[in-house]
């Protein structure tokens, strides 16, 4: 799969039922070139402008990648890394 297709798809936590919104970016691991985690903004709005925060999810934090969203199981509290 395209990283093209993949930001397309929501991210929702299934603790929740929150969405989270979508990929911006991935973390790949230099030597193998696989993914190891997904980065998401914290939040959307005006804030965001100001002051970016991130949430960094390991891929092992990943349910299910479906046809239209991408489920994963994570407690916010504690994968959220400030940039």
């Given at each position: 799969?395209?990283?093209?297709?993949?930001?397309q798809k929501e991210v929702i936590n299934v603790i929740d039922g929150r969405s989270l919104g979508y990929?911006?970016?991935?973390?790949?691991?230099?030597?193998?070139?696989?993914?190891?985690?997904?980065?998401?903004?914290?939040?959307?709005?005006?804030?965001?402008?100001?002051?970016?925060?991130?949430?960094?999810?390991?891929?092992?934090?990943?349910?299910?990648?479906?046809?239209?969203?991408?489920?994963?199981?994570?407690?916010?509290?504690?994968?959220?890394?400030?940039?």
């Amino acid at each position: 799969m395209r990283f093209s297709k993949l930001r397309q798809k929501e991210v929702i936590n299934v603790i929740d039922g929150r969405s989270l919104g979508y990929i911006t970016d991935l973390v790949i691991e230099d030597m193998t070139g696989r993914i190891t985690a997904i980065v998401l903004p914290e939040s959307t709005g005006l804030r965001c402008w100001f002051k970016t925060k991130e949430y960094v999810i390991t891929w092992k934090d990943i349910c299910k990648i479906g046809n239209d969203v991408i489920l994963v199981e994570v407690d916010l509290n504690l994968c959220g890394v400030p940039c």
